[in-house]
């Protein structure tokens, strides 16, 4: 089981930054997959990046590649969102979620465990 915790919403205009942080406690990463989701209202719960942190190796949805940077920390205890170039489309809830030996890390029936979510609102 993966206890998560998200941090470091708000408001910014297009174009500007904001970096998401997610607290993750856990007894063991290996096979942890960890990835960010987000959710606009009135639309399903879409994939934004994932990164393994036995192996850091990092996957991005196509909508925010090269524009979003998740990381973790050497503890490999909090993993980032560093979103750049923010766009009134990214404007969604956005959670933190942790499974194991995940196959597809976009799906998010991969993942068992869940924050609570953290708004993040961009406009134009």
């Known amino acids: 089981q993966v206890q998560l915790m998200e941090s470091g919403g708000g408001s910014v205009e297009a174009g500007g930054s904001l970096r998401l942080s997610c607290a993750v406690t856990?007894?063991?990463?290996?096979?942890?997959?960890v990835a960010w989701f987000r959710q606009a209202p009135g639309k399903g719960r879409e994939a934004v990046a994932v990164?393994?942190?036995?192996?850091?190796?990092?996957s991005y949805s196509d909508s925010v590649k090269g524009r979003f940077t998740i990381s973790q920390d050497s503890a490999k205890e909090t993993v980032y969102l560093q979103m750049d170039n923010l766009k009134p489309e990214d404007t969604a809830m956005y959670y933190c979620?942790?499974?194991?030996?995940?196959?597809?890390?976009?799906?998010?029936?991969?993942?068992?465990?869940w924050g609570q979510g953290t708004q993040v609102t961009v406009s134009a």
């Open positions: 979620a942790g499974g194991y030996f995940g196959m597809t890390w976009v799906d998010p029936q991969e993942y068992p465990d």
């Open positions: 856990t007894s063991s990463t290996y096979g942890l997959d």
């Open positions: 990164i393994y942190p036995d192996i850091q190796t990092p």
